[in-house]
């Protein structure tokens, strides 16, 4: 419970970082060969969306991003440590402890969807579009390219 609990708490953290930067990285990539955005830099980027937008505005995308990076972290270590204790993994020294980390992080890769989300709900919010809903990205993306890309 306290892998558990570490990751959870642990992924919200990394969220309050990661959300502002992912939407910098985000927005200079989608607007780069548009007019007015071509000389663009991260300072300028956040310069734009906090007069804009303000403070919140560096949070687009910030549900998402703190439901990822969460679920992520949690049952990446949840895993890990499953493998590394319940199941002795670790009574086989460093090959047990990199086996049971590879585990656990092969493991959390059942988020993506959700990373995918992130990603377009940044994307609308960097070139001024009001994001979706969670379920609506889902939904637009199975519909355009199938499960295939949703998992």
Do not use: H
Request: proline fraction near 3%; hydrophobic fraction near 40%.
């Amino acid at each position: 419970m306290a892998s558990l609990a570490g990751g959870l708490v642990g992924g919200l953290a990394q969220a309050i970082v990661m959300t502002p930067a992912g939407l910098v990285f985000t927005s200079l990539n989608v607007n780069k060969d548009k007019p007015g955005f071509k000389n663009d830099s991260a300072l300028r980027v956040t310069r734009r969306i906090l007069r804009d937008k303000g403070i919140q505005g560096m949070f687009a995308g910030g549900g998402a991003m703190a439901f990822r990076q969460a679920s992520n972290w949690a049952s990446r270590s949840c895993l890990t440590e499953i493998f590394r204790s319940s199941l002795k993994m670790s009574d086989s020294g460093v090959m047990g402890e990199i086996g049971s980390g590879v585990i656990g992080g092969l493991g959390s890769c059942w988020n993506t969807p959700v990373e995918v989300v992130r990603v377009l709900t940044q994307k609308d919010a960097s070139v001024g579009k009001q994001p979706k809903s969670f379920t609506a990205y889902m939904e637009e993306v199975y519909n355009r390219e199938g499960i295939f890309v949703c998992v």
